[in-house]
């Protein structure tokens, strides 16, 4: 008997193993080809297949993503785009993470009249589609003066993720006590010393959330970036299109594919280096004790 | 001089009314209960004490100074919470001076008070810790420190001593009493458990459905409780109440009661005059367990003692005492008795029962007769 479920166990262990296995080479076999034909010559490209070694290992094709790459008319590789990213995706991360934190301490520890449906409505947020808000937001960018400006798309980011992080920062907060605010009260802390030193200092894991979701959003847009932003403002994912699709010469997939390596790194780089922090935000129960 | 005064407060959410007039006044240095069950308004009372929640009408006074409508930190007050409320993020030291800080007391005379109040409550050498580091106990003493590093003129406790094991609940319990004595500051301190509010109380209100039933000293509504909620919410075990017919018997107006063993009349003295016009009619009597004892030959010739001879039911020995269940008048009722006198289940016991300090309900409503 023993013997027989020790067997199954272990046929049960095969089986979701191989399955587990046969899934991370799927989506894995993508990222393989790319990078081994960034780092292949063009002519290795030509007479190879897609997944064959490179005949000789070379990093050309990285630099000139980086430096030389023309993209439109201009050749100076991604460096200024994704500098532009950077410019961007930094102060929007922080911006909405702190105004999500703050409406989510609003909405749980100062309820007013009518905040469950403030509540509801910036949920509503989550659902609405890019393409929605793409003609009024224009319109009120232009009349910002933000057109085609970095602060202009800082601005949209930010609008767009509010409901986002307002909704992590809320369900957050709802597990927190209500009388570690009331003893705060009674400490004499006001409104914005009980957010700033209570809330905000053990808000650590949701924030981690906050920020992974925001960059990699941010920094993947594309919609947004194209439609407001112009010229060598543009952020890195239009950048990145704009250098596929520029036809001078032969395609050069070698640096088509470190260009695009280079444009998902930085998201990639959050994963590695927050994920665990990530599952482990959202999972946090109430702050005890 | 007055403490605490509560002038005709009410409280609504909205359609819910959930204090319906309270009225309480108790002088400097008091120790004020605020007891009941569970929802009937407690937390909402003192939260409106501490200014933490709106009063929709009715007037709070601390030490003669209305305070209605003033922000907490205004009040002079200090709070412990029933979930202690310490600030995780904050070291033991940085939960207590908190409140200092914000009130700009210099760091030294943060330092001292500190000092001070971790000595009073013998947490020195948790100073440095968080408070996820510490166990219940641990926390409450915090959450105590914590008030007690200011020198308010008036303690707020919202069962502090509820969620620490019975043992711990007992110490703490006669520590707070001891502070009490010690700073002899006035306390409001709610709970739901009797034993807490008549063994720490000076003053007990008892609530029940955002009304106050009774509002004396412990000993008064332990004696005299105004009702049968009353009288049912304080003391344990619980008074027994056994609806008797009261009757006319040999001239003396007595009740009836009914055991398996047989029907016998307990003469009731000195209170003629209330009971008269129930003769023929149903009352409640209240009895409190130790007022139904094994046969004492001492007490025989006392006012009010009557003997009778019962079976006894279910026997629960406590060690002091055992507790002896009977059945009158198809009411199961308790009994306390000396060990050594208790007998066993379906055995006839001599039971002494002692009506001096009986009471007398309304069946219907539950109001006291007499
Ligand atoms: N913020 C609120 N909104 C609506 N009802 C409330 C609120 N706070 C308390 N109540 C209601 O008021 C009643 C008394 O609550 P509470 O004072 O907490 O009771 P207790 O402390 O005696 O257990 C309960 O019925 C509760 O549901
Ligand atoms: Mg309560």
Known sequence: ?289 | MSGLKIDNIQKRFGDVHVLKGIDIEIDEGDFLILVGPSGCGKSTLLHMIAGLESVTSGTISIGQRDVTHLNPKDRDIAMVFQSYALYPNMTVRQNISFGLSIRKVPESEQEEIVQRVAEMLQIGPLLDRKPSQLSGGQRQRVAMGRALARKPSIFLFDEPLSNLDAKLRVEMRTEIKELHNRLGTTMVYVTHDQIEAMTLGQRIAIMKDGVIQQFGSPQEIYDEPVNQFVAGFIGSPSMNFIPCPVVKQDNQLSIELDNETGKFYLPIDGKNAELESWVGKTIILGLRPEKITHDIASHADNQGIHRANCRVGIVEPTGPDTLVFIELNNTKTVCRVDPSEAKNTGENIDLMFDLTKAVFFEPETGERVC
């Open chain 1, 1 to 289: 008997m023993v013997e027989q479920n020790q067997q199954q166990s272990l046929l049960g262990r095969a089986f979701v193993y191989s399955a587990l296995v046969l899934g991370a080479v799927y989506f894995l076999i993508p990222l393989f080809v790319m990078l081994i034909t960034s780092v292949k010559t063009l002519d290795d490209i030509r007479t190879g297949s897609l997944i064959s070694w490179p005949d000789q290992i070379t990093f050309e094709a990285w630099s000139a993503a980086w430096t030389s790459a023309c993209i439109g008319v201009d050749c100076g590789g991604l460096k200024g785009y994704f500098w532009n990213s950077i410019s961007m995706v930094v102060p929007a991360v922080a911006i909405s993470t702190l105004i999500g934190a703050f409406n989510g301490y609003v909405l749980t520890k100062w309820r007013f009249r009518g905040s469950d449906i403030f509540f509801a409505m910036l949920l509503i947020g989550c659902f609405i589609p890019f393409q929605v808000v793409l003609l009024p937001m224009a319109r009120t960018l232009g009349f910002l003066g933000l057109a085609g400006t970095i602060p202009g798309l800082i601005l949209v980011h930010v609008i767009y993720g509010l409901a986002f992080t307002t909704l992590f920062f809320r369900n957050f907060y709802v597990s927190v006590p209500d009388e570690l605010v009331k003893a705060a009260r009674i400490d004499g802390a006001g409104f914005f010393t009980i957010f700033f030193r209570i809330l905000l200092p053990i808000s650590g894991p949701i924030i981690v959330v906050s920020v992974i979701w925001q960059f990699t959003q941010i920094w993947n847009d594309f919609l947004f970036g194209v439609v407001y932003s112009a010229g060598d403002k543009q952020p890195i994912t239009v950048a990145l299109n704009n250098l596929v699709n520029t036809s001078t010469g032969v395609k050069q997939y070698n640096v088509d594919m470190a260009a695009a390596i280079i444009a998902a790194l930085p998201t990639l780089l959050v994963y590695f280096v927050a994920g665990k922090y990530f599952v482990r935000g959202l999972t946090a129960g109430s702050v005890k004790g």
